[in-house]
């Protein structure tokens, strides 16, 4: 089966510093990955895709890096603010399946 | 332009009881998604919807119902509560497959 989004669980780092959250994924056949944020009490919410063809994409503060060798992908935010504090998500899907598979997440912790 | 929306916010149900969770979006997709999200978990995909008066199952679909009339509305029906189906449950449109999708606010459900 899909093996998507292996998360570490934690990640606190402290305020203006950079963070990074990983992800790993077992099925090479996944060509689309996006990352999801979710704060407490809220639905998940968009932040970031990245299709197989590419290997980096940049949005505001953020970047997502895939690498398809290791089957390993990473969010990167930039000058975390205690407003990123959340649980982040990766999810993926393969070749002609109509749904995303997610991991259990990372809640990241913004010390002031 | 509300997005997703869904009713109601909190539920509590007794064991065996029936309800529908309502989802409606506003933003004409052709996809519509129902997860549930257990403590501390990711989120696993219940049914799904390619437009209307198509629906199929996704990872966990035993003991709920579905039903697509219509572009925007998509709701999700239990038959016979359990206390396996406390849950936050999640609705979620996209435009297709292998895109963004939108969240609703969610839906605590919890069977005693």
């Known amino acids: 089966g899909e093996n998507v989004g292996l998360h570490l669980p934690t990640l606190s780092v402290q305020e203006g510093d950079n963070s990074i959250i990983n992800c790993a994924y077992s099925?090479?056949?996944?060509?689309?990955f996006i990352w999801y944020k979710q704060e407490s009490g809220k639905g998940p919410q968009f932040i970031i895709d990245i299709r197989s063809n590419m290997d980096k994409r940049q949005g505001q503060r953020v970047t997502v890096l895939l690498n398809k060798t290791v089957k390993h992908l990473s969010l990167q935010i930039a000058a975390t603010q205690p407003g990123d504090s959340a649980v982040y998500f990766c999810a993926g899907d393969q070749t002609g399946a109509n749904n995303l598979f997610f991991g259990t997440g990372t809640r990241l912790t913004v010390i002031p | 332009n509300a997005g997703v929306t869904q009713t109601p916010k909190f539920r509590i149900l007794k064991i065996g009881q029936s309800m529908t969770l309502q989802c409606t979006q506003d933003m004409n997709h052709n996809y519509m998604y129902w997860y549930r999200q257990d403590p501390g978990m990711g989120l696993k995909l219940i049914y799904y919807s390619v437009g209307a008066g198509i629906t199929d199952k996704g990872e966990v679909p035993n003991g709920y119902n579905v039903s697509r009339s219509t572009t925007e509305d998509f709701p999700l029906r239990l038959e016979l509560a359990a206390p396996s189906q406390t849950s936050v449950y999640f609705c979620?449109?996209?435009?297709?497959?292998?895109?963004?999708?939108?969240f609703g606010q969610g839906t605590r459900l919890t069977v005693v």
């Open positions: 099925n090479s056949a996944s060509d689309y």
């Open positions: 979620a449109s996209s435009y297709g497959g292998r895109t963004e999708a939108f």
